[in-house]
């Protein structure tokens, strides 16, 4: 079974950056694909980004697309979410989330997941 911590969320001022990681165990890293999803005060949650298994594709939500980006290093189990300019509107609790599809270039943006994270706050404000 597929255990998933985050790591990395804090402070931080509108325009700077922040990268939180996501650490799996218990299962190889690579046989998922994984997706980050955020959850901010009084709204739903949402999709931000995804990587295939294989990590040959990406998706971003439109809201985070050319500021976010998604990567994974399998040898060490973890897949990174790389946020830069980031602005107040950013500011909510991130997750990562694990799945596996048939195919190892699949990966959907928002799509059900069937393993998750606990959650790391990312807060940005001055």
């Known amino acids: 079974q597929l255990q998933l911590v985050e790591s990395g969320g804090g402070l931080v001022q509108p325009g700077g950056s922040l990268r939180v990681s996501c650490v799996g165990s218990?299962?190889?890293?690579?046989?998922?694909?994984i997706g980050w999803f955020r959850q901010a005060p009084g709204k739903e949650r949402e999709g931000v980004s995804c990587?295939?298994?294989?990590?040959?594709?990406?998706n971003y939500a439109g809201a985070v697309k050319g500021r976010f980006t998604i990567s994974r290093d399998n040898a060490k189990n973890t897949v990174y979410l790389q946020m830069n300019s980031l602005k107040p509107e950013d500011t909510a609790v991130y997750y990562c989330a694990g799945r596996t599809y048939y195919s190892r270039s699949t990966c959907i943006v928002g799509g059900d997941m069937n393993y998750w994270g606990k959650g790391t706050l990312v807060t940005v404000s001055s």
């Open positions: 218990g299962s190889t890293l690579d046989n998922y694909a």
């Open positions: 990587i295939s298994s294989s990590g040959g594709r990406t």
